[in-house]
């Protein structure tokens, strides 16, 4: 057919315009910014009022033992999993494993799940054992402040669910644990020694304050960018540049920092303003870390217990291990910590990782 260059040239130059015409019917959508709308507001501020209400004040973080009084017979402090998901939960047999690890009621698990997919695992698993509440959910999309509405109405939701919920964890269909629950239970609540940056949070043995675990950069390479992607000055006077933060989604906090994340209205009035460039825009990397670190920087760690490996990044995405990569060595390297005693959760693996995984549960990643 083309054996003449001449016209094998000119087919070829033929058929860019033509590749560039289809591209974006063949390639998948690039996300553009989708506003969120009046209804889909009024909803969560519904939500998010009635959490505020039945609330208990927030304690102190000064003086914790209102709240966090915790007596070594009965316990009544809960954690709760709060998994953000727009795919089906690949790893429920290992939550499960890790839920049943845990002989009395200590947690409370909410998944908040795109209504486009289908969750037939985990639907499946709960059928037996009810341990996942599903919250009222709305889509969610990448590149846009949908992610923060999702996570407000979790935090909102297990609020309002249960006033022994202390701790909140927000996790994705990526997340594994690192550790058995009796570990991470002791690790947020009771350990004098677990976090390695703060000793003034312990006396004699004894924690005296419970701070939030979220990571909270204030420098980066792409920083001014991300500010300035819904506009120059957009963010002013609320948001200062050198008030703006980044860090990850995947957070431990406090009940005390859940409550002003739902109180929050200030900043979510900014941060929900679609950026106009969305290879600049992960809108929930900024939105808590911002938040917490002006409402009270003394009571956040500044870092987080969700190991991610961003050696190697592609497309804003982590180093995601496969399923010939997980080992028990590559458990104990996920759990060192320079912040902490060690991690506690890690992301992200390919679902395909759940039978190795499996296979190393009860012998290594439960096994403390
Ligand atoms: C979800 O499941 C239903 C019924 O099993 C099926 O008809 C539908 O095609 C599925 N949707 C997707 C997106 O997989
Ligand atoms: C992080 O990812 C890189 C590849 O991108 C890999 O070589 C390295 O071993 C990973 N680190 C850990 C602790 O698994």
């Known amino acids: 057919m083309f054996s003449n260059p001449y016209l094998l040239t000119f087919s070829l130059l033929?058929?860019?315009?033509?590749?560039?015409?289809?591209?974006?019917?063949?390639?998948?959508?690039?996300?553009?910014?989708?506003?969120?709308?009046?209804?889909?507001?009024?909803?969560?501020?519904?939500?998010?009022?009635?959490?505020?209400?039945?609330?208990?004040?927030?304690?102190?973080?000064?003086?914790?033992?209102?709240?966090?009084?915790?007596?070594?017979?009965?316990?009544?402090?809960?954690?709760?999993?709060?998994?953000?998901?727009?795919?089906?939960?690949?790893?429920?047999?290992?939550?499960?494993?890790?839920?049943?690890?845990?002989?009395?009621?200590?947690?409370?698990?909410?998944?908040?799940?795109?209504?486009?997919?289908?969750?037939?695992?985990?639907?499946?698993?709960?059928?037996?054992?009810?341990?996942?509440?599903?919250?009222?959910?709305?889509?969610?999309?990448?590149?846009?402040?949908?992610?923060?509405?999702?996570?407000?109405?979790?935090?909102?939701?297990?609020?309002?669910?249960?006033?022994?919920?202390?701790?909140?964890?927000?996790?994705?269909?990526?997340?594994?644990?690192?550790?058995?629950f009796d570990y991470i239970y002791k690790s947020l609540f009771l350990s004098p020694t677990f976090d390695l940056t703060d000793s003034e949070s312990t006396q004699f043995g004894v924690r005296l304050k419970y701070k939030s675990f979220i990571e909270i950069i204030n420098n980066g390479p792409r920083l001014w960018k991300r500010y300035t992607a819904r506009g120059r000055y957009a963010m002013m006077p609320e948001v200062p540049f050198e008030k703006f933060r980044v860090g990850s989604q995947f957070f431990t906090l406090t009940r005390k920092h859940a409550l002003v994340v739902v109180k929050d209205r200030t900043l979510w009035r900014k941060f929900k303003v679609p950026c106009y460039r969305d290879d600049e825009c992960y809108p929930e990397e900024h939105y808590f870390p911002t938040l917490l670190s002006m409402e009270d920087s003394d009571g956040v760690t500044g870092y987080t217990l969700t190991n991610v490996n961003w050696t190697g990044t592609v497309n804003g995405h982590p180093h995601t291990y496969q399923p010939e990569e997980v080992s028990p060595e590559l458990i104990l390297r996920l759990r060192k910590s320079t912040n902490s005693e060690s991690f506690l959760f890690a992301r992200k693996f390919v679902p395909d990782c759940l039978e190795p995984l499996m296979g190393i549960a009860k012998s290594v990643i439960f096994k403390d």
């Open 14 to 180: 033929l058929s860019l315009p033509i590749l560039f015409f289809l591209a974006p019917a063949i390639l998948p959508p690039h996300p553009s910014p989708i506003p969120i709308s009046p209804t889909d507001e009024l909803d969560d501020i519904n939500l998010f009022n009635t959490a505020i209400s039945h609330s208990t004040p927030p304690s102190s973080s000064s003086h914790p033992s209102k709240f966090f009084h915790l007596s070594s017979k009965n316990p009544t402090f809960k954690i709760a999993f709060l998994f953000l998901t727009n795919t089906d939960l690949h790893f429920t047999p290992l939550w499960n494993l890790f839920f049943q690890t845990t002989p009395s009621k200590l947690f409370n698990v909410y998944v908040h799940s795109d209504p486009r997919v289908n969750l037939t695992l985990l639907r499946s698993s709960n059928n037996y054992n009810p341990i996942f509440k599903f919250i009222s959910s709305k889509k969610t999309y990448r590149a846009s402040p949908t992610l923060i509405s999702a996570t407000r109405r979790l935090l909102a939701s297990a609020i309002l669910d249960d006033a022994s919920n202390a701790y909140f964890i927000v996790l994705s269909q990526y997340c594994i644990p690192l550790h058995s």
